[in-house]
């Protein structure tokens, strides 16, 4: 095992189960990486990527041939889009190269005014997007009352 955090946390998980499969140990370690990520956030981002309360959530492997792996997430702060991408070699060799992981966050304004949508558009299928959509619209209609 490598002497990184990532890696580390990877190689626990490969040693905890044998039958841990390549695409866990790497969403596992994206995961880990992603949370990281979120430290060097704004203010607003970080509150909003760390809070605790989930309205919404969507969690699904991207359009196919993808293999990546992608999270919608709507709570009491904003909405929060993560994707890890796997790299197909890294599911048949474990010493390929790592996948790597990307997460946004937005307002739920941010979000209504199409911030993050071409990205979901291009992972998912449109009624998800659009189901998502009335949700923060909901939301947001209901806190103006």
């Not at 596992?28 to 989930?54: C, E, G, P």
């Not at 996948?99 to 998800?128: M, N, P, R």
Request: overall charge negative; proline content about 1%.
């Amino acid at each position: 095992c490598g002497s990184g955090d990532t890696q580390y946390i990877s190689c626990d998980v490969m040693k905890s189960s044998r039958t841990t499969s390549n695409l866990e140990v790497g969403v596992t370690s994206l995961i880990m990486s992603s949370q990281a990520k979120a430290k060097s956030l704004s203010d607003t981002h970080r509150r909003i990527a760390n809070a605790k309360t989930v309205l919404k959530e969507h969690s699904a492997q991207a359009r196919a041939p993808s293999k990546s792996w992608c999270s919608l997430t709507v709570n009491e702060e904003g909405v929060v889009w993560r994707v890890w991408v796997i790299k197909p070699q890294s599911l048949r060799n474990s010493h390929a190269a790592a996948s790597h992981a990307h997460e946004d966050v937005a307002t739920y304004q941010e979000f209504i005014d199409g911030d993050l949508q071409g990205d979901i558009g291009s992972h998912w299928d449109v009624a998800i997007l659009e189901d998502f959509e009335a949700a923060v619209k909901e939301i947001v209609e209901s806190a103006k009352r």
